[in-house]
């Protein structure tokens, strides 16, 4: 640790709206509070009338994960991130598979303290290829998440968010300026999912999917848990995967993972296998380039293959990468199809180890 941490931090998105109440300008639920009161998220909180975020400076945990489990496929194939997050968020998903962490009342949960750069040594120390904010949403941490990409772009990292993009105009622009990669959940493509299972609304997560692509430099992966009877119709993985196809682009990778019972709605079954090999068909066939599974055995959904030959370029077994064969530049060595992506000069050995939690 390098010198003193303090556990809470004056906010970036807020103002004031008279007698001590103030509004936070972080995301559209635009929680107005007044003194002591906390937001929706529970961790930015009005403290003496200045909004502040009570977990800049402390994490739930870090983890060195395969970069392919944030999912990321199209970033640097077997490398490792070095994965944190803090508490709270800013949905209520019922099926959140996090809502330990997601849902948590108590900052008693957060038990290490680290500042940015602290991290960032970590990472550097650790031999990862770059920092994941993931556990729960780091938009709710934006401004510690921002902090921390800073400086690890000063140590030559990567910076990965792993988010529901549920977020407004101004911070989206700081957040994701200082990200290389993002992950980006597309929960379901009908909006009253979204108001009644999420507690959220679409529109705003395909505004922040359509600016990511046409506005920055950040990768963008997208991620849509398949839950049975709720979101996994022929016809609404057609309408999600062609809104893909159409608004942001045919490259853009979309993975179909499976649901298991867990938060509020452990009555409803596990996803089968074979609605997520039907659904990656549908999207194929819609026109993406690029289609995934995920939480399931299935070799063919892990590999990315050229589009215009089809050749096998990444071939994974879950996290582990067997064979990789694109060029240097990041084309198909047999028909030389550019593979868009972060693509490093050669693959990552991470394979089937365990990393031990790495110490602050």
Same mark, same amino acid.
């Given at each position: 640790?390098?010198?003193?941490?303090?556990?809470? %931090?004056?906010? #970036?998105?807020?103002?004031? *709206?008279?007698?001590?109440?103030?509004?936070? +300008?972080?995301?559209?639920? !635009?929680? $107005?509070?007044?003194?002591?009161?906390?937001?929706?998220?529970?961790?930015?909180?009005?403290?003496?009338?200045?909004?502040?975020?009570?977990?800049?400076?402390?994490?739930?945990?870090?983890?060195?994960?395969?970069?392919?489990?944030?999912?990321?496929?199209?970033?640097?194939?077997?490398?490792?991130?070095?994965?944190?997050?803090?508490?709270?968020?800013?949905?209520?998903?019922?099926?959140?598979?996090?809502?330990?962490? %997601?849902?948590? #009342?108590?900052?008693?949960? *957060?038990?290490?303290?680290?500042?940015?750069? +602290?991290?960032?040594?970590? !990472?550097? $120390?650790?031999?990862?290829?770059?920092?994941?904010?993931?556990?729960?949403?780091?938009?709710?941490?934006?401004?510690y998440a921002i902090d921390t990409a800073q400086a690890a772009r000063e140590r030559g990292l990567l910076n990965i968010a792993v988010t529901a993009g549920y977020i407004n105009p101004e911070?989206r622009a700081d957040f994701f300026d200082v990200m290389d990669a993002a992950n980006v959940d597309l929960k379901s493509f009908s909006r009253d999912f979204y108001q009644q299972v999420v507690?959220?609304?679409l529109e705003v997560v395909q505004e922040t999917l359509s600016y990511i692509v046409h506005e920055t430099n950040c990768w963008l992966e997208i991620t849509t848990l398949l839950i049975p009877?709720?979101?996994?119709?022929?016809?609404?993985?057609?309408?999600?995967?062609?809104?893909?196809?159409?608004?942001?682009?045919?490259?853009?990778?979309?993975?179909?993972?499976?649901?298991?019972?867990?938060?509020?709605?452990?009555?409803?079954?596990?996803?089968?296998?074979?609605?997520?090999?039907?659904?990656?068909?549908?999207?194929?066939?819609?026109?993406?380039?690029?289609?995934?599974?995920?939480?399931?055995?299935?070799?063919?959904?892990?590999?990315?293959?050229?589009?215009?030959?089809?050749?096998?370029?990444?071939?994974?077994?879950?996290?582990?990468?067997?064979?990789?064969?694109?060029?240097?530049?990041?084309?198909?060595?047999?028909?030389?199809?550019?593979?868009?992506?972060?693509?490093?000069?050669?693959?990552?050995?991470?394979?089937?180890?365990?990393?031990?939690?790495?110490?602050?």
């Amino acid at each position: 640790m390098t010198g003193v941490m303090q556990t809470t %931090s004056r906010t #970036r998105y807020w103002h004031e *709206l008279g007698d001590g109440v103030v509004q936070c +300008d972080l995301c559209p639920r !635009a929680c $107005r509070l007044r003194p002591e009161q906390r937001g929706f998220c529970f961790v930015r909180a009005n403290s003496g009338g200045k909004l502040e975020l009570s977990t800049y400076g402390r994490s739930s945990g870090f983890h060195v994960d395969p970069i392919e489990k944030k999912p990321l496929n199209h970033v640097a194939p077997g490398t490792t991130v070095l994965s944190f997050g803090t508490a709270g968020c800013n949905l209520a998903c019922k099926f959140c598979q996090n809502w330990e962490i %997601s849902t948590a #009342r108590s900052v008693d949960l *957060l038990y290490q303290k680290a500042s940015p750069a +602290d991290i960032a040594e970590v !990472a550097v $120390r650790t031999k990862c290829r770059g920092i994941a904010y993931t556990y729960n949403d780091p938009i709710i941490f934006a401004e510690y998440a921002i902090d921390t990409a800073q400086a690890a772009r000063e140590r030559g990292l990567l910076n990965i968010a792993v988010t529901a993009g549920y977020i407004n105009p101004e911070p989206r622009a700081d957040f994701f300026d200082v990200m290389d990669a993002a992950n980006v959940d597309l929960k379901s493509f009908s909006r009253d999912f979204y108001q009644q299972v999420v507690g959220g609304r679409l529109e705003v997560v395909q505004e922040t999917l359509s600016y990511i692509v046409h506005e920055t430099n950040c990768w963008l992966e997208i991620t849509t848990l398949l839950i049975p009877g709720l979101n996994d119709s022929d016809a609404e993985v057609h309408a999600l995967s062609e809104w893909i196809a159409t608004e942001l682009g045919p490259d853009v990778p979309l993975h179909f993972t499976a649901f298991h019972p867990d938060n509020r709605m452990r009555g409803i079954q596990r996803t089968p296998a074979s609605t997520l090999l039907s659904a990656r068909e549908i999207a194929l066939r819609t026109g993406l380039n690029y289609v995934y599974t995920g939480n399931i055995s299935d070799a063919e959904g892990a590999t990315t293959s050229c589009p215009s030959c089809a050749a096998p370029l990444v071939v994974r077994d879950r996290y582990e990468v067997s064979r990789y064969d694109l060029t240097t530049d990041g084309c198909c060595p047999r028909c030389e199809t550019a593979i868009p992506g972060l693509w490093d000069s050669q693959v990552g050995r991470l394979g089937r180890r365990r990393l031990p939690r790495p110490k602050l």
